[in-house]
């Protein structure tokens, strides 16, 4: 288990390291730059994945039991998985990923959040597991419920916890449905990634679904995603296929970018979202401003002489001094942690009901 400061969540677990960019909101990848750094110190688990600074596409993921089912002996927790990847990077197997869902399904008393940028492989990997009768799943997916049923088979060895068929019963343990304890996510960065994305996340059988808008890189508009949605029979692969019916998100977060060539964002388009959210009655995660907060809020706290940019309201950054007085908003670079996550004086913490522990 590794403590994270990530706001939304408490810890991370990596089963699986390494990746390979998709889309503009990679562009300044934080896995990418921490794992680099853990290579160089010498974690044999990063060495493969980067070469230099960068990613070089290939993806590790780990094969020693210990590592694998740890979370099945944590204390109750909101978990990040794959905070140094993606787990649905086409390379990692499916025997991987049942082995990573049967340590979900046997952990029910922590939450594990999913965020990937590759929803048609998260998709199709979980209607190939849950989207049938229990008589194909043991058939059509033996990893994935062998996995499990191996598990249970163990009973009281399992990392001092016991498990078994009666114990998994009492816990609610239901292999035919999502599991209860596991949201999935997607981010999207700008509106084509909101809307190629978010679609195929909200036809993906889950408990929870949510999005993450960071780092946002201009404005997005969620209002098709912020309630039920009808599509053509037949399209909908939800809960409620029949009927075509296509649930709203659950929960959205926003954010801006940090580090080292962290793009601003515009106050506007996180207050955008923000009152989306309200209308609609969706939670609202505001993560953080990122590395650019607003200039209003820091001119007075001594940091006039950080560097200054105008953001645009389609996105367009112009820095440094030339064309301030041009439509736009005018952004500090005073750190992240200046910046802070306050928005418009209220932070903004909000999220979904968990499963109660
Ligand atoms: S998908 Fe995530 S982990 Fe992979 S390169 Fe993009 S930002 Fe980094």
């Known amino acids: 288990m590794s403590k994270t400061k990530i706001e939304w969540a408490r810890d991370t677990w990596n089963p699986v390291v390494g990746c390979r960019k998709v889309s503009r909101g990679c562009q300044n990848c934080y896995a990418e730059r921490m794992a680099a750094r853990l290579a160089r110190m010498g974690q044999w688990k990063y060495q493969t994945v980067v070469s230099g600074n960068a990613w070089n596409g290939r993806v590790n993921y780990v094969d020693n039991s210990d590592e694998l089912l740890a979370p099945i002996g944590w204390k109750p927790s909101r978990v990040f998985v794959c905070s140094m990847g993606d787990l649905f990077h086409d ?126 890189l201009g404005p997005v508009n969620l209002h098709d995603y912020l309630s039920t949605t009808w599509l053509p029979v037949g399209e909908a692969h939800c809960t409620d296929p029949a009927a075509g019916r296509v649930p709203p998100l659950d929960w959205v977060i926003c954010g801006g970018e940090s580090g080292p060539g962290a793009r601003p964002m515009h106050p506007d388009w996180a207050r955008a979202l923000r009152d989306q959210c309200r209308r609609a009655g969706v939670p609202f995660f505001f993560k953080q401003w990122g ?42 670079r005073v750190g992240k942690k200046a910046a802070g996550r306050l928005l418009d004086g209220i932070t903004w913490d909000q999220r979904p009901e968990m499963r109660p522990c």
């Open 91 to 216: 390379d990692v197997p499916d025997t991987t990923l049942d082995a990573v869902f049967a340590t979900m399904a046997l952990s029910p008393r922590s939450t594990f959040m999913l965020l990937t940028k590759r929803p048609l492989r998260m998709r199709d990997y979980i209607l190939s597991r849950w989207a049938m009768d229990d008589s194909d799943r043991v058939e059509r997916a033996p990893q994935w419920y062998q996995h499990v049923t191996w598990l249970l088979d163990q009973g009281e060895t399992l990392l001092g916890r016991r498990w078994d068929r009666a114990h998994a019963a009492a816990e609610g343990l239901d292999l035919a449905q999502p599991l209860p304890n596991v949201w999935l996510g997607v981010t999207a960065e700008d509106q084509e990634h909101a809307e190629a994305r978010i679609p195929v996340l909200l036809t993906t059988p889950a408990a929870r679904r949510f999005v993450s808008v960071e780092p946002m």
């Open 291 to 332: 590395e650019w907060g607003p200039l209003e809020d820091h001119i007075e706290t001594g940091r006039r002489t950080a560097p200054v940019c105008l953001v645009k309201p389609d996105g367009a950054t112009v820095r440094p001094y030339c064309q301030l007085d041009a439509p736009g908003h005018q952004m500090a």
